[in-house]
């Protein structure tokens, strides 16, 4: 009897298991040991290919899942979404890393998250695969953001900022974080939460991270107008010593649409020039502006990179799946609304080169015209 019970659990173990088997590569079939492989987001689970490229994730029912497979020397690829029950072999292919995705969000965390909204935010997390992102509206109970980031995210790192009255800013990174420091009791309603980062193939970047005062009403407008004031003379003081950096937000502000007195944009880009900062037109994949859900015509959500940095934008987009093209197969029409009321806003930037690394290769090329000067 007990031989026959430990046969039927074995068996009842065998039908309830499985696993899926993962390969990493470059695009010309190197394979890519330590590279993260996730599964999710009903379930979550990640492993660590090996020397070979390889890595198993046993999961514990047969179901749609998706995979995503990253690496921090190469590029990002496209999620697989699939059935365990009928695929149990996967192969990524990493291109070579040439941009740096970077993103702002307002995930609606205002005291907490509902618990319908975690999932929508794992998706769009996965799905868009932003290296670095300035947050705003981080929980302060419930499902803590820096908790949420260890379950979904495993292979990032993040801060939030503690001050802000419960709705606190933060910042989500795939690669280290050299420091941070936050305004605290400023100007700020919500702080100033800045980050540097050791991005590839670039000096480190400086990223900012504020939500403004919210609602219409002179208090209102007023308080954000010294807001963007403070902001924009942090952004003079980082490049007047030479820093690469990036103000990302809800500015609760939009410049079509302005709530008078209040008159951010102008005092980030003209009042105070030195901060030699550009506001990004980036629009979902129909053109569209908004960034908040409750209105058709607001953008509420912005990046601002100092002009040195915006040479090198290659594109970007608002991530709302209402109006996506090619929605994948794992993303509801509504998913972006599911996740917050507002909707992320992600630019790609080309890896900026060290200044040392150019240098090097000027005095290279110096040498060798030399050299062929003197044999001629």
């Not at 607001?298 to 040195?308: G, T």
């Not at 934008?313 to 991530?319: L, N, R």
């Not at 090329?365 to 062929?372: A, C, K, L, T």
Request: glycine content about 6%; overall charge negative; some cysteine.
């Amino acid at each position: 009897m007990a031989k026959f019970i430990k046969s039927f659990l074995f068996l009842l173990f065998a039908i309830n298991s499985s696993a899926v088997s993962i390969h990493v590569q470059d695009s010309i079939g190197n394979p890519i040991p330590d590279a993260t492989v996730c599964l999710g987001v009903q379930t979550t689970l990640y492993a660590k290919t090996d020397s070979g490229g390889d890595a198993v994730i046993s999961q514990p029912s047969d179901d749609n899942y998706l995979f995503i497979a990253r690496h921090y020397n190469y590029g990002r690829t496209n999620p697989q979404y699939i059935n365990t029950a009928t695929q149990s072999n996967l192969i990524f292919v990493l291109p070579p890393i040439t941009c740096l995705r970077v993103a702002t969000y307002n995930m609606k965390g205002n005291d907490y998250w509902d618990n319908s909204q975690i999932q929508p935010l794992a998706k769009t997390f996965w799905t868009v695969q932003p290296d670095v992102v300035c947050l705003q509206e981080c929980p302060e109970a419930g499902l803590l953001f820096e908790e949420f980031q260890k379950i979904y995210m495993p292979d990032y790192t993040s801060i939030v900022s503690k001050f802000g009255y419960y709705v606190y800013n933060g910042f989500l990174s795939f690669y280290p974080i050299e420091s941070s420091w936050s305004y605290g009791i400023s100007v700020m309603t919500r702080d100033l939460l800045s980050a540097t980062i050791d991005v590839p193939g670039s000096l480190p970047i400086t990223f900012l991270s504020a939500h403004f005062k919210c609602c219409s009403g002179d208090y209102e407008g007023n308080k954000r107008n010294e807001e963007a004031q403070f902001v924009a003379e942090h952004c003079s003081n980082l490049y007047a010593q030479g820093k690469m950096f990036l103000f990302g937000g809800d500015l609760n502000d939009d410049p079509g649409h302005p709530r008078p007195p209040s008159r951010v944009h102008s005092i980030l880009l003209i009042s105070n020039p030195a901060a030699n900062l550009v506001q990004m037109d980036i629009r979902d994949e129909r053109n569209n502006i908004d960034t908040y859900v409750g209105y058709t015509d607001r953008r509420y959500d912005f990046l601002y990179p100092v002009n040195a940095l915006t040479a090198n934008f290659i594109e970007g987009s608002v991530f709302r799946t209402e109006t996506m093209t090619n929605r994948p197969a794992w993303l509801a029409y509504n998913e972006s609304e599911l996740a917050s009321d507002h909707r992320m806003v992600y630019a790609d930037f080309n890896i900026v080169p060290e200044p040392g690394i150019v240098w090097i290769f000027g005095l290279l090329e110096f040498w060798i015209i030399g050299r062929i000067f003197i044999e001629i």
